[in-house]
């Protein structure tokens, strides 16, 4: 994952929102959302290169979604996929804990996890080795810290904000037309992550499209007080247009 926008009981019927956008290079392989055959309680696409994945939940109401954290260096080759923290995480017998996101966090390159119940989400950030419990109301993670005040993630935040406040209903297009939003940052509010400007200004909008590298997929999970989930996943080719989507719905046990 490379965003994700949160709102955590700010809204009368959905106690939990949670949309985000994948972004990754084209020619990774990468298999949609769905039950895995050899973790049959986890529900996510999965990525075919390495065996992890980016973003899922599990038959029991747990979640897990990993950022890589930019760093102006390149990444550790003797580093471990990012993506099996987040298979970790959704295994029923998951060893993730505080201590052992601290104590392990360094076999991996850069990261933050977000992963827990529904109800109680935390946030691991490996540089700074920061666990945050998420509290009640709007956040919104990228590619450094938690509500970090970049400008894609202040605009995708408030956006957000506006849809529970003025909606008794939430719809899906909705929150999808926030994730599809492509515009791009000025130079002078460009975060400083040590990548070229040029690099910067093509990640600073919330849905990023260019020929080798882009947003692949969307995914929204929407908890309703009943406790009943749908998670929806949207895919885009490399024009970014939409080439797919799946919905699942109340699957928790």
């Known amino acids: 994952m490379c965003i994700l926008f949160l709102a955590i009981k700010q809204h009368s019927e959905y106690p939990l929102l949670i949309c985000a956008n994948r972004d990754e290079f084209y020619q990774r392989p990468t298999s949609t959302a ?17 065996g992890g994945s980016w973003l899922g939940t599990n038959k029991q109401g747990y979640f ?20 099996e923290l987040v298979t970790l995480a959704l295994q029923q017998d998951s060893p993730i804990t505080a201590s052992w996101l601290e104590e392990h966090g360094e076999l991996y390159n850069p990261f933050n996890l977000i992963y827990g119940p529904l109800e109680h989400l935390a ?23 938690l509500d970090d005040i970049w400008p894609k993630m202040a ?17 899906p297009a909705q929150l999808f037309l926030i994730l599809k939003d492509q515009q791009k940052a000025q130079e002078n509010l460009l975060p400083n992550t040590g990548v070229p400007v040029e690099w910067e200004r093509l990640l600073s909008s919330i849905f990023i499209n260019s020929p080798e590298y882009g947003t692949r997929s ?20 490399e024009q970014g247009n939409t080439v797919g989507q799946l919905s699942f719905s109340d699957w928790l046990v």
């Open 155 to 171: 605009r995708g935040e408030k956006q957000l904000e506006a849809i529970v406040n003025l909606n008794q209903s939430i719809e």
């Open 64 to 83: 897990a979604a990993i950022t890589n954290i930019r760093t102006g260096k390149k990444p550790g080759q003797d580093k471990r996929s990012r993506g």
């Open 123 to 145: 946030c691991y950030n490996s540089m700074s080795k920061k666990h945050i419990t998420l509290t009640d109301g709007f956040h919104a993670i990228s590619n450094g810290e």
């Open 34 to 50: 769905h039950f895995w055959s050899d973790h049959p309680s986890i529900l996510g696409g999965k990525d075919l290169q390495a």
């Open 218 to 237: 969307s995914c929204l999970i929407l908890q309703k007080n009943n406790r009943s989930i749908e998670l929806i996943e949207r895919q885009y080719n």
